[in-house]
């Protein structure tokens, strides 16, 4: 099928993207294209341990109280209307996922486990293996969306937006063997995922570069609350990258966390930022580069947790002898494109969808285990958003911190953000010669000054630090440019310093505390910064 005639062509191949994928050309009949710079199973989801939270049953849990823990872990942050939709929406799509096949730990009854994790007042995550659910997603997935899809584009590496009209229209990229095409296409939705791969410690894969992200940025499309990059608090202390993560599921079934003296220091039930946090000034204070994760009263480990146990048993660890080491590692990106409730950005024809999207759900800091729901809700959601023949965003979700007011033009609303509009950081000259050193040290040299300088804690002086090696390195990429094209990996780096410089720019602009985002200079949280942080 020649790539023009396509519906729709999705970015990304995870929960998000084939959702809608599946959702689009099994529902509507409509030509769907997935494009993705790896192989269709290789996404960030296949990584999620811990589940999917959603209110399935009749028990004490509710809706009400998955809302209220969410707004409680976004400090204020969250759109309410997108978090409403999120946890009333995504029982019925964890069902449809079920009916592609896969399949959720049950009892001996039949009856879904459920587990509890940070930040969640009641036991509502259904998960897969003990903490493989993100496999066992994408692993139906996958063959729902190679049964149903139009074309798929494995190992092609979308550059850039294809605008026209003031439309996107597609993207051009570049296959395996360096050559070049245009993928044309009514409409594009952006579902890479986030942008670990900033940072030197990270629970994402090698692929987490914030390519939809930046081609965003760079397209003028409206992007925002970047700033707020989660970090993990367990993720295994181990030379390994990406960092194994010990879920946190482990901490729900009443794994401990222990300093270098063995003492508790934390509720480990606490959102992640906190948690995080508390582990950071424990490390300072005793001098060390970890802390630990006592799991060893946990009973029947191996076969709660047959994932983790193993890998654990890679590295020489026992979990039921030995304190487990960890440290934070940068594990999920907040922001990204702003959206409507129905996943429209603020370029005509061009959507977004999961990890790479802004819907307002998450705020200044994800609940555990909502962000496989968000990509099963708002995927389809935009979907069905086409197939209704919507074009251009709606004053809705997070979309009313860029076009202010409600659908029908009245006020807005409790529980609404408003924005304040940045400029993203100009684009930087090229350096007077191309770089003669490999893509990967410019690219380790970003992550280490991001993580120092942006990374749990952050202060003026330290962004200012990370700015200038961002700088220098988006020189290196304009010089190389200047020479000829890129390759794969230089077109990665040139994504990582874009995101990284807005993550900078905005993280320069909150001068409070709040979330995911914590200023040394500025500890409090300050009621007249409750706002999104729009890049335009």
Known sequence: MAAEELDLLVLGSGVAGLSAAVRAADVHNMRV???????????????AQGGVAAVLHDDPDSTDLHLADTLACGVGLCDTEAVRVLVDEGPARVLDLIALGAAFDRDPDGKLLLAREGGHSQA?????GGAATGWEVERALVAAAQRGTSALYEHHFAVDLVVEGGRCRGVTATRADGSELVVRAANVLVTTGGAGQLYAVTTNPLEATGDGIAMALRAGVAVADVEFVQFHPTALHHEAMPRPLLSEALRGHGALLRDGRGERFVDELQPRDVVSRAELEVMVSQGIDHVFLDARHLEEFAARFPTIHAALREVGLDPTRDLLPVAPAAHYTCGGIVTDLDGSSSLPGLWAAGEASCTGVHGANRLASNSLLEGMVFGPRAVEAI???????????????????????GPVGPGTIGGVLLSRPAAVPPAPVPPT????????????????????????????????VAVDAAAAVAASAAAGPLSPEAHEVANLVDVGRAVIAAAVSRTESR????????????PAQRHRLVLV
Do not use: C, F, Y
């Open 124 to 128: 509502r995550i259904v998960h897969a």
């Open 437 to 468: 050193e490999p893509w990967a040290d410019v690219r380790n040299r970003l992550q280490r000054a991001l993580t120092a300088g942006a990374g749990v804690v952050r202060d003026e002086a330290s962004l200012a630090d990370a700015d200038q």
């Open 33 to 47: 294209g997935v494009l993705t710079k790896g192989e269709l199973p290789q996404a960030t989801t296949r990584w």
């Open 387 to 409: 197939e209704r023949g919507q074009v251009g965003a709606h004053p809705t979700g997070a979309m009313r911190a860029v076009l202010g007011g409600d659908p029908e033009g």
């Open 515 to 526: 979330g995911a985002h914590t200023r040394r200079d500025h500890p409090a949280t300050d």
